[in-house]
């Protein structure tokens, strides 16, 4: 399985951008997927997960109400909407498989693999 996230840029505080990962050499519906970042001298967070039929999703704290994970099992491809961006969402974003269909309230990094290549995201004050 491979990823590849896209879709990161610079933004104003207060704007929108809207992150998509492609999924090649698997079936997206096998995972539950998540949304993970890393800022400049930090460790790597979780953002959002979606479990593998879309009709659940988790949230970090930090962006419940902003951010909205989706997906498209159909296209194989999973969709981070951000909104009312932060200067403090500045990370490089990543999107990654989960270990199972189904995900918990708070999944840990640990469970993630097939990491993709991550797509940054800067956001100006």
């Known amino acids: 399985v491979q990823l590849q996230a896209s879709g990161g840029g610079l933004v104003q505080a207060g704007g929108s951008l809207r992150l998509s990962c492609s999924l090649s050499?698997?079936?997206?519906?096998?995972?539950?997927m998540g949304w993970l970042r890393q800022a400049p001298g930090k460790e790597r967070e979780f953002v959002a997960g979606?479990?593998?039929?879309?009709?659940?999703?988790r949230y970090a704290d930090s962006v419940k109400g902003r951010f909205t994970v989706s997906r498209d099992n159909a296209r194989n491809t999973v969709y981070l909407q951000m909104n009312r961006l932060q200067p403090e969402d500045t990370a490089v974003y990543f999107c990654?498989?989960?270990?199972?269909?189904?995900?918990?309230?708070?999944?840990?990094?640990?469970?993630?693999?097939?990491w993709g290549q991550g797509t940054q995201v800067t956001v100006s004050s």
């Open positions: 990654a498989a989960y270990a199972a269909p189904y995900m918990g309230s708070a999944p840990k990094l640990a469970d993630f693999h097939s």
């Open positions: 979606i479990i593998w039929s879309g009709t659940a999703t």
């Open positions: 050499g698997g079936t997206l519906s096998s995972y539950a």
